[in-house]
Structures are given as structure tokens and as C-alpha cells.
């Protein structure tokens, strides 16, 4: 990947990031209590005992919980450390009930793996680089302050007290705002894929703390800050540019980075200061006397090994190699779960109609997804999720033109007719009358008529202008109301031009 500097006004910049995501484990339940877990709950209406840390309440391990961690860590091709053990991390706040956080600090349940990241959605797998993992840790989650709901008094909710967290920490790998955005988006569709953590970061289910520092090119780590809880890929690249402007400007004017926590304005686009940083040793950690040690055996992991899904960059390389499709195109299918579940649906069910393999359609497939009903569905204001158009209903349409029934330009046509009126294919060409004719009669007295009201243009055809070709092409394919078939069209034209 290219180098991506900072120009100061005493030289070059060189920006260190890391990040660590908290990412909200797929559970019905929360990591040591039987309560919900849902999004959108009515404030206190899903807490256990435990969550709100009555006396004697003592805290049992969600076995999903772990089984997610430990798939979500054989994704990323990370070390599964068969012994981990639960610490207390001390610290007093409103939102947290026991006085503490239970979490992984010393012996977390995932080592050390990796992510691959690519900035050329052409080529990726020219430009790739990997960014290290350190750990996955389990920890629960704290409540939530609520401080619009009475003048002088703030509110709290402990709904999320509890619920389950993988924190998902970053070596300092990442090198510019680019590859941290690229970093974030790639673990959340591996994570969605998954099926470990749902990704939705305006719900709070996913959000990152981003580690920041500059130095110049070839020195040390500078002195890092941590700007919390940002929830999007837009936000964190803006972060890590503000942050590291910030730092910069500071100190080429003579001051000194201070280690610290920070928070993300971003209706001014800054930083600012929230508190100094601690260090581990401030929150006085300590193994959790009432939780036992979790000891994994080899059935465990080869169970969560064996249930994971094909992964987006296994699919991406599947798509390429055995569909045929463009990196650019099978990049774009495997971005996201559900759009790589829906074309994989459209695919087979237009195969299945049109009696072809996949692979001799799956150009075709792709590219009407992708250029066509991706962008009938933007002008709409809707996703693939919210598709009028299922994807039988587009393997309909798909195997009406494989089969020559309507052409490429009069499939627009009956897409909107699908979007509008959610009929299907067939029906709407039977309709409105759309079937592609193949009547050489008639499209041979099409053409004459074209050739006839053009004869300067016949004349410079036959002079030399071959370009001029696809001029009468698409006059015949006009004044057949695109209704023309056009392999015979271009057959009986290249007769009559000669």
C-alpha cells in the first residue's frame, strides 16, 4: 500500500492507529444472567439480579456467548487459548451496579490472529496488507446514562448492564485513515458472516475506541490518545485525521501529547478532551473469585470450527475463479452477507429456469444486480433488504432474456413495471405485449426503411465508417420498439450493408 504522510509545517508525519471494537455477541440472553438481550426494550425492563448486582447474585457463564468468541476467533485465524480466566476491573460510575467490570485482561479467550485488508476494490489482491489481532476478550457490558429525560437529574438504564462484548483488539498496524476504515469494515462483515455479532453500529452493537499517535517517519510510537465509542466508518477515519492534525499542530507549536481519553464531536469534526488515560494498574485488576477459569477441550473448538460459514474472502476467491466474475464485481457481492446470500439465491433459481450452469450465467446475474437493480433500488431510497424485486422474482426475468423472450433494453422496462407493481416477469410481458419478435420479415422491412431514410450514411458505411454499424442497429432496434431480436437484427443487417 502506498505511504500516507502528514505535511507539517516542519516536515513529514507518520500516523500509528489502532483499535479496539467492541462488538456485541449474537445471544439471546446476556454473558452471566438469563436476561434479554433485545434492542429497542423499554428502559429497566431487562435486568436480571445479577445485572443489577444484588447481594448473593453470582454470575454463570452463557455458553453461546463463549462458542461465539471462540468462531469469531478461528475467523480471523487467531490462536483459541484453551484456558481463560474472567478479572474484575475496578471502577466506580453510575452505570455500573457491581462497582466493577467483569473482563479478560490477563489470560483472554483469543490470542493473537489477523485480518487482511485491501484499498483497490479493482485489484485487492494486489494491494493487500494485514493488520495484526491482538486478543478477543469476553467482557460484559455497562447500563446507559440517559440525561434528556428531566432537567436537573440524570437517568440510568441497565438494560445493556451485562450483555456480552468481544473486544477486539488492533495491533498498532494501521497506517492511515483509508486502511482504519477499510480495517473496521472488513472485521464487520467478517463478523456478520459470522453470525457473531449483528454489525449495526447506530444501535450501539458495534462501536470502536480509536488508539491514535504520530511520530516521525522511522521513530518511536509517540504518545498515544483514545478517542471512545465511535459508531461508524466515516467517524473513525474522520478521527484518525482530526486527532492526528491535532496532534501535530501541538506539537510543532512546542506542547507535548498527553495521554488520554477523548471524545468525538462530529458536528465539528474534533476531538476533545474527556479525561486523562488510565493504565491497567488503575483499575486494579484481579482474578473473579466467583467465576471459575474456562477450560476448552478440543471437541469445543472443532464443533465451532465446523460450523462456521464459507468466509467473504474464501466466497470473493470462489467468485473469481469459479463463476468468472471481475474482482471488482465479486468484491462488491461479498461485502455483505445478505447481498452474497441473495445473489447466490438469484443465481441458482435463474439456472434452475433457465436450464444453464451457474457459471454460464453468473456474468449476467452479477452485472444485472450490480448496474441494474442495485441502482432502480438507490433511486428508490431502498436496500436489497427492502426489495420489492425478490431474487426469484429476478431469476424470472433473468431467464426470460437467457431465452430470448425480451431483450436486454426491454428488461429495464419490465423491471420498473417489478418495482412498481411487484407482478412478476412473465406477466408483465405478457401485458404489455413485450415479447422480443424474431420475424425476419419484419424486421427486414424495418431495416430497408432504416437504410432507406439513411442512404448518405449507407454510402459512408460502404466508403469505410464501419463505425456506423451500431447506428443502424440501434435505428432498426427503435423502430421495432426494442422488440427485435438482436443477434437477427445484426445478421440481416450485415446482409443488406454487405
Not at 144 to 153: E, G, I, R, V
Not at 170 to 189: F, H, M, N, Q, V
Not at 198 to 203: L, Y
Not at 339 to 360: D, M, N, S
Request: hydrophobic residues 40%; proline residues 4%; charged residues 25%.
Amino acid at each position: 500500500m502506498s505511504e500516507y504522510r502528514i505535511q507539517g509545517m516542519t516536515g513529514e508525519w507518520e500516523v500509528v492507529v489502532g483499535l479496539e471494537v467492541h462488538a456485541q455477541v449474537t445471544s439471546n440472553s446476556k454473558l452471566f444472567s438469563g436476561a434479554a438481550t433485545a434492542f429497542g426494550a423499554e428502559p429497566n425492563t431487562q435486568v436480571s439480579l445479577v445485572d443489577a448486582a444484588m447481594p448473593g447474585m453470582l454470575p454463570v457463564p452463557n455458553r453461546e456467548c463463549i462458542r461465539q468468541a471462540v468462531r469469531t476467533g478461528l475467523a480471523i485465524n487467531a490462536q483459541i487459548n484453551k484456558w481463560s480466566r474472567f478479572d474484575r476491573k475496578n471502577y466506580f460510575y453510575a452505570d455500573l451496579p457491581q462497582g466493577y467490570q467483569i473482563s479478560q485482561l490477563y489470560h483472554p479467550l483469543v490470542g493473537e490472529g489477523e485480518i487482511e485488508i485491501s484499498l483497490d476494490d479493482k485489484n485487492p489482491e494486489a494491494d493487500v496488507k494485514r493488520i495484526g489481532i491482538e486478543r478477543i476478550h469476553v467482557e460484559q457490558d455497562a447500563g446507559k446514562l440517559m440525561h434528556d429525560q428531566h432537567p436537573t437529574m440524570s437517568y440510568v438504564d441497565l438494560n445493556r448492564s451485562g450483555v456480552a462484548l468481544m473486544e477486539i483488539v488492533s495491533r498498532p498496524d494501521i497506517r492511515s485513515p483509508a486502511e482504519a476504515g477499510a480495517y473496521l469494515a472488513k472485521l464487520r462483515t467478517i463478523l456478520r458472516y459470522v453470525g457473531s455479532c449483528d454489525g449495526n453500529m447506530d444501535q450501539g452493537s458495534m462501536r470502536a475506541d480509536v488508539n491514535v499517535s504520530v511520530r516521525r517517519p522511522g521513530e518511536p510510537f509517540g504518545t498515544r490518545t483514545e478517542t471512545k465509542n465511535v459508531n461508524s466508518v466515516r467517524f473513525v477515519m474522520a478521527v484518525v485525521e482530526s486527532e492526528a492534525r491535532r496532534q501535530i499542530d501541538l506539537i510543532e507549536d512546542g506542547g507535548t501529547v498527553v495521554q488520554e481519553t477523548r471524545l468525538y464531536d462530529p458536528d465539528k469534526n474534533e476531538t476533545r478532551s474527556m479525561r486523562s488515560k488510565e493504565d491497567a494498574h488503575d483499575y486494579r485488576y484481579f482474578p473473579d473469585p466467583d467465576l471459575l477459569p474456562l477450560v476448552l477441550d478440543d471437541a469445543f473448538i472443532e464443533e465451532c470450527r465446523a460450523s462456521l460459514p464459507e468466509l467473504p474472502d474464501a466466497k470473493r476467491h470462489r467468485y473469481e475463479n469459479a463463476l468468472g466474475l471481475a474482482p471488482y464485481a465479486a468484491g462488491v457481492l461479498t461485502a455483505d452477507v445478505e447481498t452474497a446470500r441473495w445473489f447466490e439465491a438469484l443465481l441458482a433459481a435463474a439456472a434452475a429456469k433457465a436450464g444453464k450452469p451457474e457459471a454460464e450465467l453468473a456474468k449476467q446475474a452479477s452485472n444485472w444486480l450490480i448496474s441494474e437493480l442495485f441502482g432502480a433500488l438507490n433511486k428508490l431510497g431502498k436496500g436489497l433488504a427492502d426489495s420489492p424485486v425478490t431474487a426469484e422474482g429476478g431469476a424470472e426475468l433473468l431467464a426470460l432474456i437467457a431465452d430470448g423472450t425480451i431483450s436486454g433494453s426491454i428488461a429495464k422496462q419490465v423491471l420498473e413495471k417489478m418495482l412498481e407493481t411487484g407482478d412478476g416477469a412473465a406477466a408483465i410481458v405478457e401485458r404489455e405485449g413485450l415479447k422480443q419478435t424474431s420475424d425476419t420479415g419484419a424486421i427486414e422491412a424495418a431495416i430497408d426503411k432504416v437504410l432507406a431514410d439513411n442512404a448518405a450514411k449507407v454510402e459512408e458505411y460502404k466508403g469505410g465508417k464501419e463505425a456506423l454499424f451500431g447506428f443502424f442497429v440501434g435505428q432498426t432496434m427503435k423502430a421495432m420498439q426494442g422488440k427485435s431480436n438482436p443477434q437477427v437484427v445484426n445478421e440481416l443487417l450485415r446482409k443488406k450493408l454487405g
